[in-house]
C-alpha cells in the first residue's frame, strides 16, 4: 500500500507538472492582460511599466519558477478582472460546479446500472433494443443541443396537436404529447449558505429543480457510454464458466445476476467510470454556458473572453488537480474491489 501510494504520488507530481509547464506556456497566445486591465487612454510608458511591475518582461524560466513557487503554495496571482486571488474566484464557483457533477454521477448510475443489467439479461427483448437504440441517439447529440431541446421541453413548453381537438381522445393524446413547461432553466435559483463560500442547490426543493434540466443535460453525454459498457461487460460475464457452474447448482438467478455477475462486471466499469466522471468537470462548460450555470466553467469562459490569464491558468491546474485525485482514488477503489490485484500493479 505505502509503495503505491508513493509511486501515485510520484505520477501525479509528474502529470501535475506537465500540467503546469502547458498552462504557463500557452499564456501568451491568450491576449494582452495589459490590454484588459487598464484603459484605452492610458500612455504607452505607463502600460510598460505596469508590464515591468507584474513581471511580464522577465524571461519565460524566470516566470515559470515563480509562477512553481507560488503554486506549490496555492498561490495563482491575482486576477486582472476580479482583482482579488484566483484561488478565492475559483473556490467562489467550485461548489455550484461539483453539485452539478455530483448530481449528474448520481444520475448516471441511477439509471445505467438496471438498464445496462436488464440489456444484457434479456438482450433480445424489445425494451432492451429500444434502450440501446435511444443510447446510440444519446452518443451522436452534442450536449448543448440536449440542452436546448430540455428547455424547449419543460422549460417554455411545447404544444402538439396531431390529433383532432373536436373528440375526446384527440384532445386527450394531444394534452399527453404537449408540455406545459415550468421547470427553472437559468441559474441557481434560492440557494442556501451552508459554510465559507458554499451555497447549496440541496438544502431546499426549490433550489433542487434549478439542478434538474443541467444535470439531465450533462448526463446525457455519459448515460448512454455506461449503458453499453455496463451491458457489453455483463453479457461477457454471463458466458464465463463460473456463472454456469452457478447455474448448474442451483443458484437462483437473481443471485448469480446481482450478486456474482455485476460484481465482476462493475470492476472494469469503475476504472472507466473514474476517469470520465472527471472528464465531466470539463464538460460542465457547455452545460453552464446554455443554462448561465454559475460554475467554474462558464467562470472559464468569461476568463477567456476578458484575458484573464491567471484565472485561466488557475482553472487548468484545478481541472488536473481533480483529474490526478480521481485517479488515484479509483485505482485504490479498484486494488480494495478486485481481490486478485495489488496494489503494487501485480496479480495476488
Keep these: 500500500m505505502i509503495a503505491f501510494l508513493i509511486k501515485r504520488l510520484f505520477h501525479a507530481l509528474l502529470v501535475m507538472f506537465v500540467i503546469s509547464l502547458i498552462s504557463f506556456a500557452i499564456q501568451e497566445n491568450l491576449g494582452d492582460p495589459i490590454q484588459q486591465m487598464v484603459g484605452q487612454s492610458v500612455p504607452e510608458s505607463e502600460r510598460e511599466a505596469l508590464r515591468e511591475e507584474l513581471g511580464l518582461n522577465d524571461p519565460f524560466f524566470v516566470q515559470y519558477l515563480r509562477f512553481a513557487r507560488n503554486a506549490l503554495q496555492f498561490d495563482f496571482g491575482?486576477?486582472?478582472?476580479?482583482?482579488?486571488?484566483?484561488?478565492?474566484?475559483?473556490l467562489r464557483h467550485l461548489p455550484a460546479t461539483l453539485e452539478l457533477v455530483a448530481a449528474t454521477t448520481l444520475l448516471i448510475v441511477l439509471f445505467s446500472v438496471p438498464i445496462g443489467v436488464y440489456s444484457a439479461i434479456k438482450p433480445r427483448a424489445w425494451l432492451s433494443r429500444f434502450f440501446m437504440s435511444v443510447s446510440i441517439i444519446g452518443i451522436s447529440i452534442p450536449v448543448f443541443l440536449t440542452a436546448i431541446v430540455l428547455i424547449q421541453i419543460f422549460a417554455i413548453g411545447v404544444t402538439f396537436t396531431p390529433f383532432p381537438q373536436g373528440v375526446a381522445w384527440g384532445a386527450w393524446l394531444n394534452g399527453l404529447l404537449s408540455t406545459?413547461?415550468?421547470?427553472?432553466?437559468?441559474?441557481?435559483?434560492?440557494?442556501?449558505?451552508?459554510?465559507?463560500?458554499?451555497?447549496?442547490?440541496?438544502?431546499?426543493?426549490?433550489?433542487?429543480?434549478?439542478?434538474?434540466?443541467?444535470?439531465?443535460s450533462l448526463a446525457s453525454i455519459m448515460l448512454p457510454l455506461f449503458i453499453r459498457l455496463i451491458r457489453a461487460e455483463m453479457l461477457e460475464v454471463l458466458q464465463s464458466d463460473y456463472i454456469r457452474f452457478a447455474r448448474a447448482k442451483g443458484i437462483a438467478p437473481r443471485r448469480i445476476y446481482f450478486l456474482h455477475a455485476l460484481k465482476n462486471t462493475m470492476l472494469p466499469v469503475i476504472t472507466v467510470g473514474g476517469v470520465q466522471i472527471g472528464t465531466l468537470v470539463a464538460y460542465t462548460i457547455l452545460t453552464e454556458t446554455v443554462f448561465q450555470w454559475p460554475g467554474m466553467g462558464l467562470m472559464f469562459l468569461d476568463a477567456i473572453e476578458r484575458s484573464d490569464i491567471p484565472l485561466i491558468v488557475t482553472y487548468l491546474m484545478i481541472v488536473g488537480l481533480i483529474f490526478v485525485i480521481t485517479n488515484t482514488l479509483v485505482d485504490l477503489i479498484y486494488g480494495l474491489i478486485n481481490p486478485t490485484v495489488k496494489l503494487t500493479g501485480q496479480p495476488a
Design 78 to 90: 491575482y486576477s486582472y478582472v476580479f482583482h482579488e486571488p484566483t484561488t478565492e474566484v475559483i
Design 180 to 216: 406545459e413547461g415550468g421547470m427553472p432553466a437559468y441559474g441557481r435559483g434560492p440557494v442556501e449558505h451552508v459554510f465559507g463560500t458554499w451555497y447549496t442547490n440541496f438544502a431546499s426543493f426549490d433550489a433542487l429543480t434549478y439542478l434538474v434540466l443541467p444535470a439531465f
